[in-house]
């Protein structure tokens, strides 16, 4: 629109976010109370479980064995003890950057979500003070702590950037970590948790995860979007 004095005003006209399987490499999104169902998959007479991925990638979440695949409740993933796990149905691997968005309670103690218990891993948990969360990488060469409040459900943003700078937030505005050096070892997992010890009566809500840094406003998109859908509130 054109006024006098020869000037131009334009309109602005805001954008939608159109959703998270909409940005682009996106890894992997196992959605909170979506795509969980319990069958017997394998007809072995007994009910196993499955988490679809939500991405295009079907990267699906699923364990055949009753006396270690946890259950659904409430739309998480509850594990019973720390035997309980997910299998993914193929690799992911993370390189360089990426941006992790996760949803969960933490009970237990090292708790690995990505990695393998003898290789590069990303811990991410209790460590051995309860009220302390450690985001650990690859055997104990890089160890952080945080200070987070225990058996709460809560969104945590964990980001890796190109320098190996790995910052850390909670419900969207706390944060725990930033600008902390880290290695630049790849992640590669097929397994959920993916240590040795999986996840001591646990909640896993939702999991997103993408290989590359968010800009800021996709970045306050996906959180805001998980954040409702979590009936969560920023802190």
Same mark, same amino acid.
């Given at each position: 629109?054109?006024?006098?004095?020869?000037?131009?005003?334009?309109?602005?006209?805001?954008?939608?976010?159109?959703?998270?399987d909409s940005l682009?490499?996106?890894?992997?999104?196992?959605?909170?109370?979506?795509?969980?169902?319990?069958?017997?998959?394998?007809?072995?007479?007994?009910?196993?479980?499955?988490?679809?991925?939500?991405?295009?990638?079907?990267?699906?979440?699923?364990?055949t064995n009753e006396?270690?695949?946890?259950?659904?409740?409430?739309? =998480?993933?509850?594990?019973?003890?720390?035997?309980?796990?997910?299998?993914?149905?193929?690799?992911?691997?993370?390189?360089?950057?990426?941006?992790?968005?996760?949803?969960?309670?933490?009970?237990?103690?090292?708790?690995?979500?990505?990695?393998?218990?003898?290789?590069?891993?990303?811990?991410?948990?209790?460590?051995?003070?309860?009220?302390?969360?450690?985001?650990?990488?690859?055997?104990?060469?890089?160890?952080?702590?945080?200070?987070?409040?225990?058996?709460?459900?809560?969104?945590?943003?964990?980001?890796?950037?190109?320098?190996?700078?790995?910052? *850390?937030?909670?419900?969207?505005?706390?944060?725990?970590?930033?600008?902390?050096?880290?290695?630049?070892?790849?992640?590669?997992?097929?397994?959920?948790?993916?240590?040795?010890?999986?996840? =001591?009566?646990?909640?896993?809500?939702?999991?997103?995860?993408?290989?590359? *840094?968010?800009? =800021?406003?996709?970045?306050?998109?996906?959180?805001?979007? *998980?954040?409702?859908?979590?009936?969560?509130?920023?802190?």
């Amino acid at each position: 629109m054109k006024l006098g004095l020869g000037l131009n005003i334009k309109t602005l006209v805001g954008t939608t976010f159109a959703g998270i399987d909409s940005l682009s490499s996106l890894s992997l999104w196992l959605k909170f109370n979506t795509g969980q169902r319990t069958a017997d998959l394998n007809r072995d007479g007994e009910d196993d479980i499955e988490w679809s991925d939500q991405s295009s990638n079907d990267n699906d979440a699923t364990n055949t064995n009753e006396e270690t695949q946890g259950s659904f409740n409430a739309g =998480s993933w509850q594990s019973a003890d720390n035997q309980d796990f997910l299998n993914l149905s193929s690799n992911i691997t993370l390189t360089d950057d990426f941006t992790i968005f996760i949803v969960t309670v933490f009970e237990g103690t090292n708790d690995t979500f990505i990695g393998s218990s003898t290789g590069d891993f990303m811990r991410f948990g209790h460590g051995n003070v309860a009220t302390t969360y450690k985001s650990k990488f690859s055997g104990g060469l890089t160890q952080v702590s945080m200070t987070a409040p225990t058996n709460v459900k809560a969104l945590y943003k964990i980001e890796r950037n190109a320098s190996d700078k790995l910052e *850390i937030t909670q419900n969207s505005t706390s944060t725990l970590l930033t600008n902390t050096s880290c290695h630049a070892n790849d992640f590669v997992f097929n397994k959920l948790p993916a240590g040795s010890f999986g996840l =001591s009566n646990d909640a896993l809500s939702e999991l997103v995860i993408f290989d590359r *840094i968010l800009t =800021s406003s996709e970045v306050a998109s996906v959180e805001a979007d *998980i954040l409702t859908r979590n009936s969560l509130t920023a802190d």
